[in-house]
């Protein structure tokens, strides 16, 4: 299968790619591809022109700043389990990768691709949720840093201008993450996540909890956190902090699973991450 | 809209000029007449397009000829050294790792990346690894089996690539 005519460009720097974008309203950004191009196979979607920014530099690696963890938007899955840091300070993205699609996917796929996608089955947008994450971006009128739950506005929509390239995510206060998590359920033949959870527990005393795959877009669950935060992590007070999952949450279903199962599903995956705090 | 690439296929440099949207897997295949590396599912689910891109596993129906420009590619055809079978070729034709045969280049191309990152993998980690690539032959057992042939008769030989 091949995709509609378009042109192909690769520029340099972010700002070059800026500029391609402004010149061509119906480009895109090409990061790994592994969700864009098979939706262009498919015809599904027909950009005029490809914007490839995998390769600038600045966009790439992982590195500290302070307190603050900051991921280069083209990171890989694999470059990012393959980092120093992050094995040594935030080992449940590792956890969180290794759940993405298959190892071909991994070498391909981008961070900042799954952001800017917004796939409601989509596993990072969860643990970078339940992490507080910032993501950074830039644009013609200089750059921004919106918080996740800013940013992961609705069902493939990110809030990001036609014109404006995610350029980093930034998980700040890593020194006071106690334990964090990434769990699935994930959809035995696509690998997507019918249900995740991701899950954080601080020094002091707050749990942040976030559900992908059962709802329209990644989201916080509150009703759990207000719940569970600041009391003891025991089996009564998991069991009944999980009950409160779906409060407050419109669930999707599909042929797959419909809403009631992942409704259920996502009380069942709370409890479990929650005892995974423990 | 044309492009001029040039890559490093199994050792040889190839430039060539290509079209926006021709698919890495058809430059392989119909350009330098590769046809090893096979289009499967053509939806990057199946992984009988695996191919080596700088070293790593990828499904090259799900990219572009373009962006491959001054890449090191190996196909499955790369393996095999003056006519003697690469070990995990071997291990596949030893443990009886294919029936048809038309997952297999893929299969070994995802095989050869997981050895290269953990040398003496466990069944779990084989299977783990090897999720991107579906047979629809063998149940897999015999595919475990010729990875493990591959994973001892490479630790045995130091040096081997």
């Known amino acids: ?278 | 809209m044309k492009h001029e690439i040039t890559v490093t296929v199994n050792g040889t440099k190839h430039t060539s000029e290509v079209d926006s949207r021709m698919l890495l897997v058809h430059y392989i295949r119909d350009v330098l007449n590769l046809t090893g590396t096979h289009v499967g599912c053509d939806t990057s689910q199946c992984g009988a397009c695996t191919i080596l891109f700088n070293g790593k596993a990828v499904k090259c129906c799900t990219m572009l000829a373009a962006q491959a420009d001054g890449a090191e590619i190996m196909t499955i055809e790369g393996l095999a050294k003056n006519g003697d079978l690469h070990p995990i070729q071997e291990g596949f034709w030893e443990e009886h790792g294919l029936q048809c045969g038309f997952c297999t280049p893929g299969m070994i191309m995802a095989s050869y990346d997981l050895l290269q990152r953990i040398p003496n993998p466990d069944e779990q980690q084989i299977r783990h690894n090897l999720e991107g690539n579906l047979c629809r032959c063998t149940g897999y057992q015999n595919i475990v089996k010729s990875v493990q042939f591959a994973s001892k008769k490479m630790s045995g030989a130091p040096g081997d690539d």
């Open chain 1, 1 to 278: 299968m091949y995709p509609a005519e378009f042109d192909y460009h690769r520029p340099e720097s972010v700002s070059d790619a800026i500029k391609l974008l402004q010149e061509n309203p119906e480009a895109k950004l090409l990061a790994g591809g592994h969700s864009l191009l098979p939706v262009m196979k498919l015809r599904l979607a027909q950009p005029s022109a490809l914007v490839d920014i995998s390769r600038i530099s600045d966009l790439k690696g992982v590195r500290e700043d302070g307190d603050t963890i900051v991921i280069g938007a083209m990171t890989t899955y694999s470059e990012l389990m393959g980092s120093d840091v992050i094995k040594q300070k935030l080992p449940c993205l590792i956890d969180a990768a290794d759940n993405v699609g298959d190892v071909q996917v991994r070498n391909m796929g981008t961070i900042g691709g799954a952001c800017a996608h917004c796939d409601p089955a989509s596993d990072f947008p969860a643990i970078l949720l339940a992490l507080e994450s910032e993501i950074k971006s830039v644009g013609p009128n200089g750059e921004r840093t919106q918080s996740s739950s800013e940013f992961f506005m609705d069902m493939f929509t990110p809030k990001l201008e036609p014109d404006e390239v995610v350029t980093e995510i930034r998980i700040p206060n890593v020194s006071n993450i106690a334990k964090a998590t990434y769990i699935k359920f994930a959809h035995p033949a696509s690998g997507y996540a019918i249900v995740g959870i991701g899950a954080v527990r601080t020094n002091d005393g707050n749990v942040q909890l976030s559900v992908t795959g059962s709802v329209p877009i990644a989201a916080r669950l509150s009703a759990v956190e207000s719940e569970i935060s600041g009391k003891d992590l025991s089996d009564d007070n998991i069991k009944a902090a999980a009950e409160k999952a779906t409060e407050g949450l419109d669930f999707v279903g599909d042929i797959h699973a419909s809403d009631e199962y992942r409704a259920h599903l996502t009380k069942v995956y709370a409890r479990r991450a929650l005892e995974s705090l423990k």
